[in-house]
């Protein structure tokens, strides 16, 4: 068979050395013979290479490995930081598959083009990066952060603008925004024109959409409940094959003040370090935080990755970006104030390893500050409903299900082929959770806390709620565009759901004061917004209203009881209070989808600096996780 252009370049410089690399190290780099039978016996249990396995645990510095490494492939080792980048010679590379296979151009010399590797030993991926006509090859070693550090110096521009367009055009809403917000425009139009003409008519419509949502979310909450509560948290057997690797992407945007809690968070996770890569993702025009990373000594496992600026500024955007940085089997995002179990990554390739079929986990949500005040009572009562009674359901049932921002893991391949992350969505996380769906995969539930902050002033809850909802409408919006499309995906179960969950979540806090008044009937008779509605409707539309209560403080005793502070159920009527501010905030997200829908309104974090102290079956509900460090963190981006 003919040789490749690479091959016979790896044959130029001198013969390859069948030397092992543990003996190259110990003879080159004094790595101690204990060390490296150490490191072989936990290469055999996952699936990391010795080098990345010696320099996790302290025993090899990245420049030795990578010493070690162009020795054994006969290669020049080129510093590339010494050395200028060179556009020219780049121009015909695809950054993408250069940072996939970890190859660069690195100048011509003599008319053949030189070009670093990182991983010498896979000819299949440097020949694939290289751009067609490329002429003589002359093949060096570099270290792999150097080879990423170079990509992005080169292609700065063009990773940002594949971070933005990752998701194709047609799952994305950025091809929508104009053609739907004239239509939401219209829709108000109409609306108010009616409501000068016919107030009676648009009384009535508002009285019959808002019936049919509290019919949805009731219905909704019910079929989760009679799902059940699924398999014990201890039920999940440990994996048997070689344990994957997961990356974890931490966005980070003006979190200077919370970098050490995170990094000793981090620190906590029970998983082999040669197996996981922490990568915090910053914007490279946040100077505080990046000041401040650069002040923190990270440990080898955690890496920093900048993101260009651009117009758009989304948290989706910039997971976009550093996906192409990492290379692990698994993917999980991570909020800057969370707190994980330190068991979760465990807990997570054990799931993983037990079901080839399935592409994505969700971690369930909870707050280390839910004793705050009210506010924050009440968002820890929605939050057991949400994750420990809706999602389960739904997961159990296997309906499409809103993925949350944080404590999500997924399967890489399946990520990418789905597109990744719609950088345009505001709620990427609800977003990926349909796609994923529509393409086919599972996705499941998993009970494994993260603790985050609860914003529990009203102003900070109000916009965070209006973000989320905001980002509803325009996932819906999106995915409607062609609905039989939807239906055949998804099935009717699944579009049922869908339906229930985003345009009834919308829909019923932006029409529940349609319904408010009917909790006057017994009192009054009549409900005093709808004299005209025959009594008999009138009486069923109250018990309709009971009915819907008693499912809801029904599914919150429950995920309460599944919390472990059941008595938190005492705070219940306070929800009559709560759930207005979402009303406020929906009415606020329907104006903010039309003339900003791209804005991302972040939550400032560490509003509440230190939690209140958990009862005892509060904390072993959360799996210890209360006793990570708590002092300066802050809630969901």
Known sequence: MQQTVVERALALPRPVTREPLGAILQRRAGVPADAITSALDMQRAGSARIGEILCATGALAPEALADALAYQHGLEWVDLAAHPPDPDSARAF???????????PAGRIGGALTVATAHPENLAALSAALPAGSGPVRVVFASAEAIRDRIAELWRDRLAHHAETRCPAANSCRVQSMAWR????????????????????????ALGLATLALLANTGLKLAALLAGPGPRPDTTPAPQAPLPTIALLVPLLREAAILPALIARLERLDYPRALVSACLVVESDDRATRAALEATALPPWIEVVAVPAGRLRTKPRALNYALEFISAEIVGVYDAEDAPAPDQLRRVAARFAADDRLACLQGTLDFYNGRANWIARCFTIEYAVWFRVVLRGLARRGLPFPLGGTTLFLRRDALQAAGGWDAHNVTEDADLGIRLARFGHRCDHIDSVTLEEAACRPMLWMRQRA??????????????????????????????????????????????????????????????????????????LFALLLLAEGVGVLAAVVGLRRR??????????????????????????????????????????GVTPESAPMPPARARAVQSVAALPLSGSGGAG
């Open 182 to 205: 004239g239509i939401a425009a219209l829709l108000g139009l109409a609306a108010a024109l009616l409501a000068l003409a016919a107030p009676w008519v648009l009384g009535g419509l």
């Open 467 to 540: 973000r989320w909802l905001k980002g509803f409408a325009i996932t819906w919006a999106t995915h409607m565009r062609r609905p039989k499309a939807l239906w055949r995906d998804l099935g009717p179960t699944g579009f049922l759901a869908f339906q229930a969950l985003f345009l009834g979540a919308l829909a019923g806090f932006l029409l529940a004061p349609a319904l408010w008044s009917f909790w006057l009937i017994p009192f009054l008779g009549a409900p005093p917004l709808a004299p005209w509605l025959p009594a008999d409707a009138a009486w069923g």
């Open 94 to 104: 695809d950054p993408v598959a250069c940072l996939r296979a970890a190859v660069v």
């Open 564 to 605: 472990g502070t059941a008595r938190l159920a005492v705070w219940l009527p306070a929800l009559h209070a709560y759930y207005p501010m979402a009303t406020l905030a929906a009415w606020h997200a329907v104006v903010a989808a039309v003339a900003r829908p791209f804005h991302w309104a972040k939550t400032p974090h």
